[in-house]
């Protein structure tokens, strides 16, 4: 083995545009099509439920701002690990790798992959078990894609990405020509009242579809001239997908009403059925599952990342932390992450419900290192204040602090909703704790740790 291949830096082949699609097509998933009935249901007018989705694109656009500024002055293929790292030490990078590797991620990944099951089952039965059978296929085809190299990844991510955004403007347009406006308003089915409880399980519905935007993070040490492109990533993207919900938000709310959007058990089916007629579950099913596959793509790409950065910076994993100069991809780590997700695809696959598991697991670890990882920025600023910084947060430090603080309380929010799924969740987060005492990690020689971009 070369000695030099786990410090070796990735080549900067990653322009705004493979970044923007990057972003956009793990963003822009399967969520809009399922949880805005959710959401109307915590609002009790019109008005309140598209505050709330904009609120969500302000959360967005707050933490895009965070990570810019990150991404910027420490461009890293490790992305939230490395700030982590940098910010806190090494014990709380190895337990976020942890985290990330065995719950965040790749529950993520299982989530959208059981979505794309359901739906490619009714276009094509595999028995009894063929959601989860399909789910499989899905995750190994598109890790083999990923392993063939970053160039095959990104063509591909551009294609669905841009199919997917195509897709759903033409279900949308479809809706507005033939609808004939919203139904009666309907007397079932409005909230209780109005309260910071409801409001808060509102948002971490919005924000569940909205997840995702932080995943550029990992492709800062990929990007030409990550200074100044990584904040155009961030902040091209998070506009591009919060103009495309409020879009898709107004449509519905024109073709349903407030009321009748929280009957929908299935708001997308409910409305192509209105539009497309005896074609409707198939033109959704393939729309469903586009959207699936090009998330699914985006999520792998970036999630392989930490387990490299793992690699890198842990002797004992070292196997994880080679580049593959064939491809230019983390082969080894894709082959870990794909490894992990398919024992999750089998648990969901024997739970009630796969999807609602995989959600219940991974939400509250996100938020609780989401918060960290925004209260990294001030921390940095302070170690390591000469640090250049081509981009910089605005409104400092309150934009940080005010990121931080809504991370706790969607962490608390999400803890409450998901119930014993989200115990599960932090009981592997535990799980992981007794690495920090049989890993001994070296602390930085210097003031500053070696980034990506300054090994050699």
């Known amino acids: 083995m070369n000695p030099s291949a786990h410090s070796r830096r990735p080549p900067a082949g990653l322009s705004v545009l493979d970044g923007v699609a990057v972003l956009v097509g793990v963003v822009v998933g399967v969520g809009i099509f399922g949880f805005p009935p959710l959401v109307a249901r915590h609002a009790d007018s019109a008005l309140l439920y598209l505050g709330l989705w904009l609120a969500g694109g302000l959360v967005m656009l707050v933490g895009a701002l965070c990570y810019a500024e990150l991404g910027a002055a420490f461009p890293d ?11 806190w030490g090494p014990r709380v990078g190895l337990l976020f790798a942890w985290a990330r590797g065995t719950v965040i991620q790749t529950g993520a990944i299982a989530v959208v992959a059981f979505i794309y099951g359901d739906y490619a089952q009714r276009l094509l039965s595999l028995g009894e078990h063929g959601a989860a059978w399909h ?15 970053t160039r095959h990844s990104n063509r591909a991510q551009r294609l669905l990405s841009g199919l997917t955004i195509l897709a759903l403007l033409a279900m949308l347009c479809a809706g507005l020509l033939f609808a004939n406006g919203p139904p009666e308003p309907m007397v079932a089915g409005k909230p209780a009242g109005l309260s910071f409880g409801t409001l808060g399980m509102g948002m971490v519905f919005v924000l569940l579809t909205y997840g995702g935007w932080n995943e550029a993070a990992y492709l800062s040490g990929e990007l030409h001239d990550p200074g100044r492109n990584m904040s155009r990533v961030l902040l ?10 409020l879009l898709a938000n107004l449509v519905y709310l024109e ?27 198939v033109a959704l099913s393939l729309v469903i599952c586009l959207t699936a596959l090009s998330t699914l793509n985006g999520t792998l790409l970036t999630g392989a ?67 960290l990882v925004a209260l990294s920025l001030p921390r940095l600023r302070r170690l390591h204040p000469d640090r250049p ?25 999400s803890t409450l909703y998901a119930g014993l799924g989200a115990l599960l ?11 920090l005492f049989l890993h001994r990690a070296p602390q930085a020689s210097g003031p500053l740790e070696p980034s990506g971009e300054e090994e050699v």
């Open 77 to 87: 293929q490790g992305g939230e690990y490395r700030y982590l790292r940098l910010a």
């Open 135 to 149: 789910a499989v296929i899905a995750i190994l085809a598109l890790t083999a894609l990923n392993l063939l190299g």
């Open 236 to 245: 091209i993207g998070t506009l591009a997908v919060t103009l495309l919900y």
């Open 255 to 281: 073709i349903f009403g407030i009321a009748g959007l929280r009957q929908s058990n299935a708001v997308a089916a409910d409305l192509m059925a209105i539009v497309a007629g005896p074609w409707a579950m």
């Open 305 to 371: 990342r930490v387990y490299y950065a793992l690699g890198r910076d842990v002797p004992q994993l070292a196997s994880l932390g080679i580049w593959s100069e064939h491809g230019a991809t983390p082969r080894r780590a894709l082959l870990a992450q794909a490894g992990i997700t398919l024992l999750l695809v089998l648990f969901g696959a024997l739970s009630q419900n796969g999807v609602e598991s995989m959600v219940a697991y991974t939400a509250p670890v996100f938020w609780l290192f989401m918060c």
């Open 389 to 413: 910084r081509p981009f910089r947060a605005p409104w400092y430090p309150w934009l940080p602090l005010s990121f931080a603080a809504s991370c706790l309380g969607l962490f608390w929010a």
């Open 425 to 435: 969740g932090l009981l592997v987060l535990a799980a992981g704790i007794p690495l």
